[in-house]
């Protein structure tokens, strides 16, 4: 947490968008880009807190069962999803690759009707005198 809260200070001060660091140990002196040092503030602070952190880039194309253990599924079954339309997918040979982007849209919007469907639950529950509101 101290390296998350010196970055974050050293932030908020820079005006630069490459600024120059150095590294105390060796006396290097580079440019870093100012959004990696808001990225590694990020991640610092994740960190600190006992959160793991995964950095993917945005288009990055992902095997069937690397995109199944981000969803929480089987291989098999993100197959089906693949197939059903549900998840674009392009396939290389045998082989089909989905968007890590693609995949992060189907988790949120799995969230999101997951959601929907517990609140229309909790209302039936409450409306048939299950539990108190």
Known sequence: MESYNTLASVLD????????????????????PLEALKLLA???EATSKGKLVSIVPVATEMTTQAAADLIGCS????????????IPYTKIGRHRRVK????????????AEQEKLIIEIMNADEESGLYDT
Not at 13 to 32: G, H, Q, S
Not at 103 to 111: E, N
């Open 42 to 44: 990020k991640i610092l």
């Open 100 to 111: 890590f982007e693609d995949v992060m849209t189907f988790k949120k919007r799995m969230k």
């Open 13 to 32: 001060r820079l005006r630069e968008d490459n600024p120059e660091i150095e590294i105390e140990e060796t006396k290097d002196r580079i440019r870093v």
């Open 75 to 86: 291989r098999p079954h993100l197959v089906k999803l693949l197939e059903e339309g549900q």
